[in-house]
């Protein structure tokens, strides 16, 4: 079955650049009109959907940060990738990378990845 | 965006027990919701889908139900591993948005 796996550094300095990749394995990320998306949880709070990018490399961003991210596709490394820019301590969260489906106009995630914890911090 | 409100926040009960968790949308999201189950220092897992849609391989003891701005899960007789944060989700309009969570506590 589809498993993913986020990786890249724990710790980021203020108004650095956040990146963070996560690895597909058991499938391919450019079949199956999935799409591929990045959640995080901020501390001892709930979920915030970031974004995603679909299989053509079309992609959709949470207003909210739309302005300093960027998520990409690599198909030849069955990888996608989250750039979070001008990162602040308010960016500390364990990042998710997820697998979107839908029917129709219902979306939901699944599978996830295991989650990384990134610190911004100097 | 669609702020969604899940109650309780918390709740405890024993195992064989039944609890309903209630997800009020903001705004009408037709059947639009998605239920997840968190265990602590886990990823969130997709439970329902569409409302109502039990994922293959999730126990019959879960079950959704809902509409419009109405939804609740229900978990019919508690089992030991049950005891998690259930979070819903709607994608009915984007941003996609998520209920603060229902922390589930053995009793």
């Known amino acids: 079955q589809v498993q993913l796996q986020e990786s890249g550094p724990g710790l980021v300095k203020p108004s650095q650049t956040l990146s963070l990749t996560c690895t597909v394995s058991g499938g391919s990320i450019s079949s199956g009109g999935y799409y591929w998306t990045w959640i995080r949880q901020l501390p001892g709070k709930g979920l915030e959907w970031i974004g995603y990018?679909?299989?053509?490399?079309?992609?959709y961003y949470n207003p909210s940060l739309k302005s300093r991210i960027t998520i990409s596709l690599d198909t030849s490394k069955n990888h996608f990738s989250l750039k979070l820019y001008s990162v602040t301590a308010a960016d500390t969260a364990v990042y998710y990378c997820?697998?979107?489906?839908?029917?129709?106009?219902?979306?939901?995630?699944?599978?996830w990845g295991q989650g990384a914890l990134v610190t911004v911090s100097s | 965006d669609i702020q969604m409100t899940q109650s309780p926040s918390s709740l405890s009960a024993s195992v064989g027990h039944r609890v309903t968790i209630t997800c009020r949308p903001s705004q009408s999201i037709s059947s639009y919701l998605n239920w997840y189950q968190q265990r602590p220092g886990k990823a969130p897992k997709l439970l329902i889908y569409?409302?109502?849609n039990l994922l293959s391989g999730v126990p019959s003891r879960f079950s959704g139900s809902g509409s419009g701005t109405d939804f609740t899960l229900t978990i019919s007789s508690l089992q030991p591993e049950d005891f998690a944060t259930y979070y819903c989700?709607?994608?009915?309009?984007?941003?996609?948005?998520f209920g603060q969570g229902t922390k589930l506590e053995i009793k």
């Open positions: 997820a697998r979107g489906d839908n029917i129709g106009h219902n979306n939901w995630f699944d599978p």
């Open positions: 989700q709607q994608s009915y309009n984007t941003p996609y948005t």
């Open positions: 990018i679909y299989q053509t490399g079309s992609t």
């Open positions: 569409a409302a109502s």
